[in-house]
T-cell receptor, first 114, second 114 residues
Framework: DGGITQSPKYLFRKEGQNVTLSCEQN?????MYWYRQDPGQGLRLIYYSQIVNDFQKGDIAEGYSVSREKKESFPLTVTSAQKNPTAFYLC?????????????FGPGTRLLVL | KQEVTQIPAALSVPEGENLVLNCSFTDSAIYNLQWFRQDPGKGLTSLLL?????REQTSGRLNASLDKSSGRSTLYIAASQPGDSATYLCVANAGGTSYGKLTFGQGTILTVHP
């Protein structure tokens, strides 16, 4: 089955700890995205990547980092600098780089702080 | 800056009712508008996408309309069923940049009770 997978489904972070959220796609999509969803708010873009070895900051990149070493994978690291990390994180991908391409979303990872 | 607002924030209806979800956006210069469905703790599933040159799109019991001049879109659900219970998100795509700037509404939580 083609699609986007995210792991883990739930992730717990201790104070001062960095954690990494996984996002993998087998759709052969060039572009990938990370969003954050908070209750009662719309999704907000953290980072996006239009091609391997390239990525750009979104609207709320502070406290987060990404890498894009492979076309299929776009992991997100939530660093200790992110003071309010509790949220639902969604990964998405699209076939091309243009605005006309529809984004497809993964099932999400819920991050909780201990 | 584009803002997307969805009204109502929550809606509870009995099974079989026809219903309308509303979405308004402040900048009419959009490339397309998309409606998504999100089940609790899950990712987003695309329902309908309306290009800026179109007035409406239909899929089964769903019909979405777009009025760019007034900055409004509606999602009409006919003969609602308990399986329609979910959060419905309206998303405006500004285009104009290489990755496509998406602005998400905060969603309408729909509950259809038997």
């Amino acid at each position: 089955d083609g699609g986007i997978t995210q792991s883990p489904k739930y992730l717990f972070r201790k104070e001062g700890q960095n954690v990494t959220l996984s996002c993998e796609q087998n759709l052969n999509h060039d572009a990938m995205y990370w969003y954050r969803q908070d209750p009662g708010q719309g999704l907000r873009l953290i980072y996006y990547s239009q091609i391997v070895n390239d990525f750009q900051k979104g609207d709320i990149a502070e406290g987060y980092s990404v890498s894009r070493e492979k076309k299929e994978s776009f992991p997100l690291t939530v660093t200790s600098a992110q003071k309010n990390p509790t949220a639902f994180y969604l990964c998405a991908s699209s076939r091309g780089q243009g605005y006309q391409e529809t984004q497809y979303f993964g099932p999400g990872t819920r991050l909780l702080v201990l | 800056k584009q803002e997307v607002t969805q009204i109502p924030a929550a809606l509870s209806v009995p099974e079989g009712e026809n219903l309308v979800l509303n979405c308004s956006f402040t900048d009419s210069a959009i490339y397309n508008l998309q409606w998504f469905r999100q089940d609790p703790g899950k990712g987003l599933t695309s329902l309908l996408l309306i290009q800026s040159s179109q007035r409406e799109q239909t899929s089964g019991r769903l019909n979405a309309s777009l009025d760019k001049s007034s900055g409004r879109s509606t999602l009409y659900i006919a003969a609602s069923q308990p399986g329609d219970s979910a959060t419905y998100l309206c998303v405006a795509n500004a285009g104009g940049t290489s990755y496509g700037k998406l602005t998400f509404g905060q969603g309408t939580i729909l509950t259809v009770h038997p």
